[in-house]
Every structure is written in C-alpha cells, then in structure tokens.
C-alpha cells in the first residue's frame, strides 16, 4: 500500500514513524524545503494519554524522556497589576503530579525524523490540491508540477489544508484575537531579570482582553507571547509595523501601558524578527462523511485555538492511531468517529478558555479556573 502523508508536522510525522515501526514506508510532502527552513515554535506539555502515547507507539519513550522537563511545569500568574495570584513549583515527582513534562517543539520534530529513513520526507514539496481517482486511490498534486499517486493520503498539512476539501466544506474561522510570538536569546546570561521572573518554566500576566505570557525552552530562549482580542484585519489597520520588529515591539508595548515594567521589560529583551497571527479555529464539533483512501488528522482535522494546550497531543495521537489502523489492516471509518468525538470537548475547551482569558476581569476568573483545576475550594 503507497500511503502519501501530506504534511511534516508532529501529527504527520508521528504517523509515518508508526508506519515505519510496522514495516510501511510512507512518502511525507513537506512544504518546508528542509528541517532547518523555519523556526518550530516552542515548548509543548505532552499528555500521558495523548501525546507521550504516540511516542510510545513510535519506540521513541526513552528519547522523549532524555529531551522531557518536568521541570518546565512550574508556573507563576499575576494579574495586569502584578499581584500574584497563584505559582506552581513541580514537585521532585512532578512528573506523576502532573505527568505533563514540557519538550521543545523542535527537539520533538528531530526525535521523530531522526527516526524515519532519510528519503521518507520530501522536503520542499507544497501539495497544491490532491484529486480521487475514482478506484479509493488520490493523486496528489505538489507546486512546481510533481504528481503523486496514491493508496492512501493522509491531510496532516495543518490550519489552512489543501486535503481537507476533499472531505469537508468546513474552513477555520477567526477566533476574535491574534497572538505574536517574540523570542529571548540567552536568557539566563543576558537578561538575567527576565529568566528570573519566567523561572524554569512559564510566566502569565492576565489583563482586560490581553494577555502576557513567556515560557522557558530547553535551549537557553524564552518564548514570549502576547495575545489580545483585536478585529480580524488588525494586522493591517493597527499601523503596527510588524516587518520592522524593534518599532513594532515598542508599538505592543504601549498596548500594554500601565502593565508593571517588569512585566514590559520581558518584550524588551527580546531580539530578532516578531511572528504575528490570527487565531483561527475550525467549527466546534466537525464531522465529515467517510471518504475511502483519504482522511485528515492533526490541525486539519480538528484546528483549535492554543487555549486549552492539546492540538499537538491530539495530533500526535491521531497519526499514531491511525498509522495501527492501516498497519493493522483496520477500519478508519471507525477511526474518524473516535478522533473527532476525541477532539470535540478539547474544541470546545479551547474555544470557552479564550473567551474566559481574553474578557474583562479575566485574571480573577483565570486564577479560579485554576483553583478547580487543581481541585481546591475557592
Ligand atoms: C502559540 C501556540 C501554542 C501552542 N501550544 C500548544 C501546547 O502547549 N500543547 C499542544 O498540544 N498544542 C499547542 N498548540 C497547538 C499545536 O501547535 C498544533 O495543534 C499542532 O502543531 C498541530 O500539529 P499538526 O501536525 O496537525 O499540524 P502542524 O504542526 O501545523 O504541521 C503541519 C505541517 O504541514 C506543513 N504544510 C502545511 N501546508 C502544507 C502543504 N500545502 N503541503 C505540504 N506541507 C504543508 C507545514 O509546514 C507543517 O510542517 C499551540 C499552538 C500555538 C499557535
């Protein structure tokens, strides 16, 4: 069976990592035109049942533990104000405590490659659109004019997915905010301040319909991000000049005016260029009629936005579970039911936490979420 994967991210490769474990070699297009072509993002908790699953499915438990910081659990939240309003510090045992130890996005994307054959990933491969072929088999279309013909494709190509047409009409909507990414180089030596506040894993400050956060990753950064509800053409009408990062840093800071300095001096010690996105989400509660020979998994499946930390557990999942489906010869109209009911209430998660964490007086209501969270009276 020639199954094509569309897609390299941690869903896609999750999945031909399992194939490849039961001796199926699936071909991976990458729009990337190699490992090194962008930066990954940053620090992901991995869920006992989701994520840290999948790798084991993968063979990869003892290289998720060596690049695993439970550590990186530990938590601090203030209010816009600076009060702090809960921290967190992971026990010894932090990982059966909260058994969500943090990995860097980018070392989980070389455990997994690292353990494909080389030729597996075709790297620089946009797929443009992908046709049935009228027998349950898919041509798959790449920029610059390669076909692909199939068995099976897998849509593991994200947000914006060109498979998912083939199987549904639902596209991402935008969720109301835009969030921006910004990173601080060698923290500990040269911002000690800001590695001080951010600890050994994430700092949140909750405002009215903005919030700060900044996370601690395993290579010496900072991720900082900054998210607030805004309208959808925001990028364009705020007059931020998002391609000139050092003036559109001090442009977000003034959005944050009157937020503590220390807080402020956290965008201050970032350098380097300045990511900047909506957040889109598809429809609560997806569903699509089975297809043979073609199914999504990952964000293309079930795109939610970051608010409740379980889009790249669920894909993760998804591409190892249905990696044992085709291994296994089974039935991927049953594995479609289970992933989208699987993915609905963290959907729904997602969409109900944004709105709690980007609404006026939301830290105290942030603050309480995580009093229930952690089972105390409040
Ligand atoms: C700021 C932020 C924080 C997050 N934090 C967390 C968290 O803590 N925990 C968590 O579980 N999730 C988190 N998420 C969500 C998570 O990042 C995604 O849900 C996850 O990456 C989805 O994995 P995926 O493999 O389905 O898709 P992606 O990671 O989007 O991978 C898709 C891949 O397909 C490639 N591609 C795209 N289009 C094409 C094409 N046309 N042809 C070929 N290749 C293509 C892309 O280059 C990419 O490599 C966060 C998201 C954001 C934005």
Redesign the pocket.
Known sequence: MRIVI?????????CARVLHAHGIDAVV????ASREA?VQ???????VA??QWALREAGLEAGYRAIARPEGQDMVLYDSAGTLLRREVTPDEGEERWGRPEAD?PALRKLLLDALPEETVHWG????HAEPLGDGRHRVH??GGETLDCDFLIG???????IRPLLTDAEPAYCGAH?M?LVIHDADRAHPAASALVGRGSFSAIGDQQTLSAQRNGDGTIRV?LTLRCSEDWMESSGIPFDDPDRARAALKELYAGWPAEFLALVDATSGPLLA?P?TALPVGVRWENTPGVTL?????H????F?????????R??AELALVLAEGGDVRKFEQVMLERAEPAARMSADNLELFLSDGAAEKVRHLFAKMFGEED
């Open positions: 569309a897609g390299g991210g941690l869903g896609g490769l999750t297009c990458e729009r990337d962008r993002g940053g620090t992901l908790d991995l869920t989701e994520g996005r491969h946009a797929v443009t790449v920029s593991a190509d994200g947000a914006r997915s060109r969030g990414e991000h996105y957040l998994i990952g964000d293309a499946a795109l939610m936005s970051p409740a930390g379980q889009g790249a557990n669920l894909a993760m998804d591409g």
